[in-house]
């Protein structure tokens, strides 16, 4: 059973950085692309950030352009999401998801809440 498992999430001022990592428990081949998505309350969950396997390819959301980063180590099926320059509005959950190749598994973790608030 593969389980993926964010942490670095917390409460920051505005202004301010965290970095988001996720790992994945098990074993686990393959992995295509890694997301990292985000649900505030009220709202739906969107894709913040995404990367393709040899990093090659990055996708922002045009709200987090210029601000976050997006990176992967493949040895370690690792995943990280480089934040800064916060906003209250980044606040959210904050969930990782893989994707194998062919789409042969869509696996999320759980979640961390990232908090900006003065």
């Known amino acids: 059973q593969v389980q993926l498992v964010e942490s670095g999430g917390g409460s920051v001022q505005p202004g301010g950085s965290l970095r988001l990592s996720c790992v994945a428990s098990?074993?686990?081949?393959?992995?295509?692309?890694m997301a990292w998505y985000r649900q505030a309350p009220g709202k739906e969950r969107e894709l913040v950030a995404q990367?393709?396997?040899?990093?090659?390819?990055?996708y922002y959301a045009d709200s987090v352009k210029g601000r976050f980063t997006i990176s992967r180590d493949n040895a370690k099926n690792m995943v990280y999401l480089q934040m800064n320059s916060l906003k209250p509005e980044d606040t959210a959950v904050y969930y990782c998801?893989?994707?194998?190749?062919?789409?042969?598994?869509?696996?999320w973790g759980q979640g961390t809440q990232v908090t900006v608030s003065s």
């Open positions: 990367i393709t396997q040899d990093g090659g390819s990055r």
């Open positions: 098990g074993r686990i081949f393959s992995i295509s692309t």
């Open positions: 998801n893989y994707i194998g190749a062919r789409k042969s598994y869509d696996y």
